[in-house]
Structures are given as structure tokens and as C-alpha cells.
């Protein structure tokens, strides 16, 4: 599929977001917010629920579907206390070892100046550095945009699934654009290069999984693609409930270590 065409369709304004999949997915889902340091970020939703039996920890970003909630969630792109509380309820997972559930949907971290003021590089590189070493199981599922660090924070995981139509990049393709060549309508070229689309990210060994999606995309067929993510999920997390924290640690760390490698070795 062409790059403008896959593009199209990830950012479809009806395509399911974090919420809708929260929602028919974890129908007891118990919300928790804040950061217990500066306040609550509405562009990530976290809390606790249970899948077939089996209590986890969800979390978020949250893509608006029209103008009052892009502005609600300030178009996905988390501040610093969006990051802290992604870091509070994962450290809380790890208290009571429930397996954390990670939705990544985010055009990147907000980058105003506010943010900056408050630690924006720091509360993402605790996420990074923390979730490197967590001691219960991580399951990150790739929505639609996984934007830069904003993304990142969310995707130090055993487990990364990516929906069809779903990217992951280190810089949005209408900013690279901007950088390398002064001119952002080459987005698509771009997009192109950085290899963004979730089977490129397969074979480099990104990405883990990607599950099939309607021929134009999640929005097509909502409810099947959230019992798509529901059968995963359930799968997946008895999987790695399994294995020890040890042995899970080491083969957290081992597949980031080997990422690209092939590509090395072969160049």
C-alpha cells in the first residue's frame, strides 16, 4: 500500500482510540489519576480492570475524534504530569504484579514551553529507564500514531503489537520534512524513510506482532478489532504471567539490545 494511502487511513478522525478499546475490552475498568506532584493530564487514561479473571494495570493516550476532544487532550500529546502518572501506575502494577496494558496513540510529548518548565525530558526518561527494569509483564499495543518519545515512554515492553495501519517514528513525517528539507509538504517522503509503517517495523524487530485490520482500517469494524485485541491480550498475558521476573528482565533488555542487528551485520 502507498505511504499517503496507509497514512490516511491511521488517521482516519473515526478510527477507534484508547478509549473505545478500554471501554469494550475492560468493561470494569476502575480509573486512577494524577501524578500526587502537580495535577491530572486528561491525555492519558489509566487505571485497573481485569482480563478474563486477571487483574492488570491499563494505560492510555488518548487521540480526540473531533475538535472539543483534540482540545481535551491537548491532540494527544502529553505534558510531564501525563508522564509521571504513566510512571506512578506502572510502579503500582509492579507492587502488586499485575501485568501493565499500554495503548500508544500520540502525535509526541508536548513540547510548549510549560512543559519544559516542568521536567518534560526527565519525566520521559523515567519511563524509559524504569520500564527497561519493571518487574511485572508490559504489553504495548501500536493504535495509530506512535510519535517520538511521546510514543517511546510507552513502548520499553516484552510484548509490541501493532495494528495494521499503525507507525511508529522518531519524529513526525511533516516535522522531519521541515528539518531535512525546509519544506513539510514532502511529508510523504518522509514518511517513506523513516520506515514508519508497522510491517517495516516487523522486520527490523520493532514491532512483535501486528494484528489485521478491516482492508480500510479499524474504524470499519470497531468491535471486531477490540475482540481481536481481546483474544491477544488474554493469550499473551497467561503467557507471561509464566516466566520468571528474572528470566523476564533478561529478554526485555536482550531484545532492545538486538534491534537492527541484522541490518548491521548484513551492511
Same mark, same amino acid.
Given at each position: 500500500?502507498?505511504?499517503?494511502?496507509?497514512?490516511k487511513?491511521?488517521?482516519?478522525?473515526k478510527?477507534?482510540?484508547?478509549q473505545y478499546?478500554i471501554?469494550?475490552?475492560?468493561p470494569?475498568?476502575?480509573e486512577?489519576?494524577?501524578?500526587?506532584?502537580?495535577?491530572?493530564?486528561?491525555?492519558?487514561?489509566?487505571?485497573?480492570?481485569?482480563?478474563?479473571g486477571?487483574?492488570?494495570?491499563?494505560?492510555?493516550?488518548?487521540?480526540?475524534?473531533?475538535?472539543?476532544e483534540h482540545?481535551?487532550?491537548?491532540?494527544?500529546?502529553?505534558?510531564?504530569?501525563?508522564?509521571r502518572?504513566?510512571?506512578?501506575?506502572?510502579?503500582?502494577?509492579?507492587?502488586?504484579?499485575?501485568?501493565?496494558i499500554c495503548?500508544?496513540? &500520540? !502525535?509526541?510529548?508536548?513540547?510548549?514551553k510549560?512543559?519544559? $518548565?516542568? +521536567?518534560?525530558?526527565n519525566? #520521559?526518561?523515567d519511563?524509559?529507564?524504569?520500564?527497561?527494569?519493571?518487574?511485572?509483564?508490559?504489553?504495548s499495543?501500536?493504535?495509530?500514531?506512535?510519535?517520538?518519545?511521546?510514543?517511546l515512554?510507552?513502548?520499553?515492553?516484552?510484548l509490541?503489537?501493532?495494528l495494521?495501519y499503525?507507525?511508529?517514528?522518531?519524529?513526525?513525517?511533516?516535522?522531519c520534512?521541515?528539518i531535512?528539507w525546509?519544506?513539510?509538504?514532502?511529508e510523504?517522503?518522509?514518511? &517513506? !524513510?523513516?520506515?514508519?509503517?508497522?510491517?517495516?517495523?516487523f $522486520?527490523? +524487530?520493532?514491532?512483535?506482532? #501486528?494484528l489485521?485490520e478491516?482492508?480500510e482500517g479499524?474504524?470499519?469494524?470497531?468491535d471486531?478489532m477490540?475482540d481481536k485485541?481481546y483474544?491477544?491480550l488474554?493469550k499473551?498475558?497467561?503467557?507471561?504471567?509464566t516466566?520468571s521476573?528474572?528470566k523476564?528482565?533478561?529478554?526485555r533488555i536482550d531484545?532492545?539490545n538486538?534491534?537492527?542487528?541484522?541490518?548491521?551485520?548484513?551492511?
Amino acid at each position: 500500500m502507498e505511504v499517503v494511502d496507509f497514512l490516511k487511513i491511521a488517521h482516519h478522525n473515526k478510527r477507534p482510540n484508547s478509549q473505545y478499546y478500554i471501554k469494550n475490552i475492560f468493561p470494569d475498568f476502575i480509573e486512577i489519576s494524577g501524578d500526587r506532584l502537580y495535577g491530572d493530564d486528561p491525555s492519558v487514561v489509566s487505571g485497573i480492570a481485569t482480563i478474563d479473571g486477571i487483574p492488570v494495570t491499563v494505560i492510555g493516550q488518548l487521540k480526540g475524534r473531533n475538535l472539543e476532544e483534540h482540545i481535551n487532550y491537548n491532540f494527544s500529546m502529553s505534558k510531564p504530569e501525563g508522564y509521571r502518572k504513566i510512571l506512578r501506575l506502572m510502579k503500582q502494577a509492579e507492587k502488586f504484579r499485575r501485568p501493565v496494558i499500554c495503548f500508544v496513540d &500520540t !502525535l509526541g510529548a508536548y513540547p510548549g514551553k510549560e512543559a519544559e $518548565e516542568r +521536567g518534560q525530558g526527565n519525566a #520521559i526518561a523515567d519511563c524509559l529507564m524504569e520500564s527497561m527494569h519493571l518487574q511485572t509483564p508490559i504489553i504495548s499495543i501500536l493504535l495509530g500514531d506512535g510519535g517520538s518519545g511521546g510514543a517511546l515512554a510507552l513502548c520499553i515492553a516484552d510484548l509490541i503489537v501493532a495494528l495494521e495501519y499503525a507507525t511508529l517514528s522518531v519524529i513526525a513525517p511533516k516535522a522531519c520534512a521541515n528539518i531535512l528539507w525546509k519544506d513539510s509538504s514532502r511529508e510523504i517522503e518522509a514518511a &517513506t !524513510l523513516l520506515k514508519m509503517q508497522a510491517n517495516a517495523l516487523f $522486520e527490523l +524487530g520493532v514491532v512483535n506482532k #501486528i494484528l489485521s485490520e478491516p482492508e480500510e482500517g479499524a474504524h470499519m469494524a470497531p468491535d471486531v478489532m477490540a475482540d481481536k485485541i481481546y483474544e491477544l491480550l488474554k493469550k499473551e498475558i497467561k503467557y507471561y504471567m509464566t516466566i520468571s521476573i528474572k528470566k523476564l528482565i533478561k529478554e526485555r533488555i536482550d531484545k532492545f539490545n538486538n534491534i537492527g542487528n541484522k541490518y548491521l551485520i548484513n551492511g
